[in-house]
């Protein structure tokens, strides 16, 4: 009786052994992965800190910086032993001081990023409409030695369908067809004025360039409409060569070390205010999401590289490097996808882009995550834009993963301009983007099989074309491929 007692008792211990051993679901791990971040996430407090205590994070500046040095250290606090900067050269540029009279009287004005060192220009204003190259073909000698005035968006009268394009194309055309100067109304109301650069390359531009606000752009347009005006543009501005750092906190994969899951965003902002949500929230969602890995021990089968880039604003100078380096050294193929946070909270669905093996495993991820919690509504596209840390990845035929946000649109009003401060930050937002982020990298680094893989060059043309992104690549001299 003893001897059957004491082999009952082993086989139940030999049973809970093994259930001790059972492999967690998919759902018990997002449960898990869900209330850990909910009680735990550092996303809101940290960035709360950095726009305290650093500011602006203009890349080459003091504070970028700091905000590098920030970054490197909590990734440090959060368990990462691998964790390095990664310098790079950059011709930073800073403003110094502008004006601009139109017809003799001054009008609030910003200077626009990459505007050159010195400038003073005078001139008959042109007004060209979007400033789309449909504009200047109506006109082509319109702007020539003049200055040329532009909507940053598409106007309310304009034909159907047209594609907008970046201030920075609308620039170089601008430059193309002769002009001495651009002034760009913003579409925001309430005199905002926004900044960002006006460069499709990172370097000088050779005319200055500068936004006004809505209500004076267009009484302007509407005074060109009668009569003829003049503008006066002077500026000072910096530009040094400087080295920035990205950040990169890597986890080694344990069953495919070699294959790698990049996530970033970038960190540096635009100096007019604290760059809350441009790029705040994302790149501190970016840090929460790394601190979660280490807090809940996460180790997928592939390597996940967390990475705060900078020089985004001034041209993708950050990821455009890594890119480059990766190409020099032939681990670019070793890249499986690269998810991108910029200006993104409150997920409610992923974007793929790409060209997808397998769309059913976004939307079965997707649902997975709204079993944890249904504001993700699993909404989900396969397209692709520019103008992120992601394009330079996706230019090398690299799949990108982006999240469909679900943000108050009143704070896009403060895009790249001085009311970018952290009072904009919604802290249920970027608790959402680090809890759903999290489970999409985990499953993303640890499945069985990717749902995409990396496209040859003619298949990545092809989808550019698709995409229609060849003008603006092209315009910003980003076009690979021969014709």
């Known amino acids: 009786m003893k001897k059957m007692t004491a082999l009952t008792l082993f086989i ?65 606090e959060y368990g990462f032993e691998d964790v390095t900067y990664q310098i790079f050269e950059v011709e ?23 505007s050159p060192v010195k400038a003073e220009v005078a001139g008959e204003i042109v007004d060209m409409g979007n400033g789309l190259e449909a504009d200047y073909q109506a006109k082509p000698d319109a702007v020539k030695d003049k200055i040329s005035l532009v909507y940053i968006g598409i106007l309310p009268e304009s034909d159907a369908g047209l594609s ?23 579409q925001v109301d309430n005199g905002v004025l926004l900044t960002g650069t006006a460069s499709v390359t990172g370097e000088l531009i050779p005319i200055p360039a500068v936004c006004i606000g809505k209500e004076d752009g267009m009484a302007l347009k509407a005074s060109l409409q009668t009569e003829t005006a003049t503008a006066t543009i002077k500026m000072t501005n910096k530009s040094d060569m400087i080295k920035a750092r990205n950040v990169i906190a890597t986890l080694k994969g344990s069953e495919l070390p070699d294959e ?10 635009w100096d007019l205010a604290t760059g809350a949500i441009d790029n705040g929230i994302g790149s501190f969602a970016v840090l929460d999401i790394a601190r979660a890995f280490k807090a809940n021990e996460l180790r997928p089968k592939r390597t996940v590289k967390f990475v705060m880039f900078m020089g985004e604003e001034q041209g993708l ?34 974007n793929a882009g790409g ?14 995550i709204q079993e944890q919690d249904t504001i993700y509504k699993n909404d989900f596209s396969n397209r692709s834009g520019l103008h992120s840390d992601h394009q330079p990845f996706m230019l090398e035929g690299v799949p ?39 489970m999409m990298l985990y499953a993303l680094a640890n499945a069985e099989k990717l749902p995409a893989t990396k496209m040859d060059s003619e298949t990545t043309k092809e989808f550019m074309i698709k995409n229609d992104l060849k003008e603006k690549l092209i315009i910003g001299n980003d076009w690979k491929w021969e014709e």
């Open 12 to 76: 139940v211990l030999l049973i809970s052994c093994n259930e001790g051993e059972k492999e967690e679901t998919q759902a018990e791990l997002f449960a898990r992965l869900d209330t850990e971040i909910k009680q735990n996430s550092k996303a809101y407090s940290t960035l709360e800190e950095a726009t305290k205590t650093i500011g602006h994070r203009l890349t080459g500046s003091e504070n970028g910086a700091k905000a590098e040095e920030y970054t490197y250290n909590k990734f440090k």
């Open 92 to 114: 930073a540029w800073a403003r110094g001081t502008v004006s601009l009279e139109v017809n003799g009287r001054d009008t609030k004005v910003v200077t626009l990023g990459h």
């Open 164 to 186: 907008n394009l970046h201030r920075s194309e609308k620039t170089a055309l601008a430059i193309k067809y002769g002009a001495k100067g651009i002034i760009i109304i913003n």
């Open 260 to 269: 790698e899951i990049i996530i970033g965003g970038h960190l540096d902002s």
């Open 317 to 350: 100078l950050g990821s455009k490097y890594l890119v480059e380096q990766t190409i020099a050294s032939g681990t670019i193929d070793n890249i499986k996808y690269m998810m991108n946070l910029d200006m993104s909270g409150n997920p409610i669905g992923m």
């Open 355 to 368: 060209q997808l093996d397998n769309a059913d495993f976004f939307t079965e991820l997707g649902a997975a």
């Open 400 to 438: 990108i993963l982006s999240v469909h946000s679900n943000l108050d649109r009143s704070i896009y009003g403060c895009y790249h301009s001085d009311c970018d401060d952290f009072n904009l930050v919604d802290k249920n937002h970027i608790t959402n983007t680090a809890r759903f982020g999290t």
